[in-house]
């Protein structure tokens, strides 16, 4: 079946710029997760949606980065006024719901430069 | 918070064994989870304990000991493919949906 997706798949932009990134969960999965990934570095935890609870914030580095989720399925970040060092790879990953263990699947991430 | 600690890099040869290791620290403990990722593309799943002991799937197993805040993935018959970085991501019970991963270990198989 169909697993996670993400758009778009590479990202370029100047710095100051507002950017989207889109994730596509699995159908079904109630949870999601956003994380960044930046080059050699292992995966920083930014956001998680579960059902309609308010989402998990805890993540996010500062207020220029917000993020929703739509109807339950779709999600969008969104990074305002983009800097050089929000330059990474963003990963989404899904799973049937909260819980530890349950894994979660990952989209292929957006690669993101700021220039 | 967490701390995990995992080795940065390993090289092994192809049909030998090799055991990464990954120390932790969490507030509470909730499972231990390890992912492989393949360079330019997202993890995926490997194992997930949550009791002390091996669990064995393939040519892969990971070892949990919560006492002494350890696990270990071990890989047998290494094939080229193996090739990846290894990612140790321990749950803290105060936010059981909440992984935090290690830097993760680059495993290198030379032919």
């Known amino acids: 079946g169909a697993g996670v997706s993400q758009s778009p798949s590479n990202k370029v932009t100047e710095k100051g710029k507002d950017v989207e990134l889109r994730c596509d969960p699995i159908s079904g999965h109630t949870a999601l997760y956003w994380y960044r990934q930046s080059l050699g570095q292992g995966l920083e935890f930014l956001i998680y949606f579960q059902g309609n609870s308010a989402p998990d914030k805890s993540g996010l580095p500062s207020d220029r980065f917000s993020a929703e989720r739509t109807g339950g399925s779709v999600s969008t970040l969104t990074i305002q006024r983009t800097q050089q060092e929000d330059s990474a790879v963003y990963l989404c990953a899904s799973s049937v719901a909260s819980g530890a263990q349950l894994e979660q699947y990952f989209g292929p991430g957006t690669r993101l430069t700021v220039t | 918070g967490q701390n995990i600690d995992q080795p940065t890099e390993m090289t092994a040869t192809e049909g030998a064994i090799v055991q990464i290791n990954c120390t932790y620290q969490t507030s509470g403990f909730n499972g231990l989870f390890w992912y492989q990722q393949h360079a330019g593309e997202a993890p995926t799943f490997l194992s997930y304990n949550v009791l002390d002991g091996l669990e064995e799937k393939g040519r892969f197993s990971s070892f949990l000991s919560r006492s002494k805040g350890y696990s270990y993935l071990l890989l047998k018959e290494l094939q080229m493919k193996d090739s990846a970085s290894y990612l140790c991501?321990?749950?803290?019970?105060?936010?059981?949906?909440?992984?935090?991963f290690g830097s993760g270990t680059q495993l290198t198989v030379l032919p």
């Open positions: 991501a321990p749950v803290s019970s105060g936010s059981a949906r909440q992984l935090t």
